[in-house]
């Protein structure tokens, strides 16, 4: 694979290119270049540049709203709502943060369901604005079909990432993001255009056999990490991220859905929790205590820490070269 390296003010420059010259307003396009910049700083490279040209697919048929304006109310104290006006979910959740921050310092803890919009990107983003706040935070999302559950071969569920962040005050945040497929489809897509084979259990081909082909998965179906188990929390996903806030399933957004390869219109789940209610004062320096337990287990690390470790770089990102050339000939 031939790369190129871009710094984080280059990824910057490229994706607003991408977004502000096919239809994107400013506000919207800040929003969602901060998700892109903060995935490759991250090493999150399925959830970063990757996706752009999928987001651009989304603007030029009109399918997102370029210029939306997410409006945040409140249902009860404890449950947010947030219209996102059919745009991407980036400002939505910007918009929608500070109330449900606020609702859970207050209540004690609080909900927010996001609606109309498009989520294409990583959630640990979202997870970890609720911690900055001192807060227990969790979010999960669906898409399109791309999963079965265990035991079938007929893809019903999203790869339903579900994200976990515990606050460490003056310390990055503890934050786990997981795909509940055993590979995320991002991943598996980028071993296919990079000619790797994928571990056997990953998914099934079209026809429902195993095959450690990510290109015949991607036509097929993924199956879930941990066999009933992951199946049983891709389910909750489903639930909560569709269920429970109003939004499509991944079923049904794979039957509206234009398919013109950027994310289809669904909801988000949020939760956010206040350890200083629910535990009392004491409650950080106990937990921390569990950390050094944990960090002192050879082998083990903490999720998220690979992440907080590429944060620290300042060294230029390597950058597939064939996906900045296919960005670039976006921005013309
Ligand atoms: P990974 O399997 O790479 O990682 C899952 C979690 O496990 C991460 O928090 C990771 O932390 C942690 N982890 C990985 N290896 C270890 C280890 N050896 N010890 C301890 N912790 C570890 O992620 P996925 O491929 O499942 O998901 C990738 C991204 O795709 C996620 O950000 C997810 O939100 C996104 N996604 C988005 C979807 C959407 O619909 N919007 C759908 C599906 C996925 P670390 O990052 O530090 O390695
Ligand atoms: O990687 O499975 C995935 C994915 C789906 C939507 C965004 N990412």
Redesign the pocket.
Known sequence: MTTVGLTLEQVEELATRAFSQNGCDAENTAALVRTVVG?ER???H??GLFRVPGYVAALRSGKVNGSANPRVSLKTPAIVSVHGDNGF?PLAIERGVPALAEAAKTLGVAVMATTHTH??????PETEMIAEQGLIGMAC???MPYMAPAGGNKALF??????FAWPRPGKPPM???????A?????VQIAARDGHKVPIGTGLDAEGRLTDDPGAIASGMLLP?GGHKGSAIALMVELLAAGAVGEQFSFEAGETDNKDGG?PR?GEFMLAISPELLAGPGWAEHCEAFFERFDAIEG???????????RLSDAPRQINADLVERIRALCD
Request: hydrophobic share 40%.
């Open positions: 995935a991250d090493g999150s399925s959830h979910t989520h294409f990107a990583a959630l640990w999302v669906c898409y999203g790869t339903n990432p579900l994200s934050a786990f993001d997981m795909a509940t497929a590979m995320a489809m991002g991943e990490f994310p669904g083990a690390r903490l999720p998220g820490a690979r992440r907080h470790e590429n």
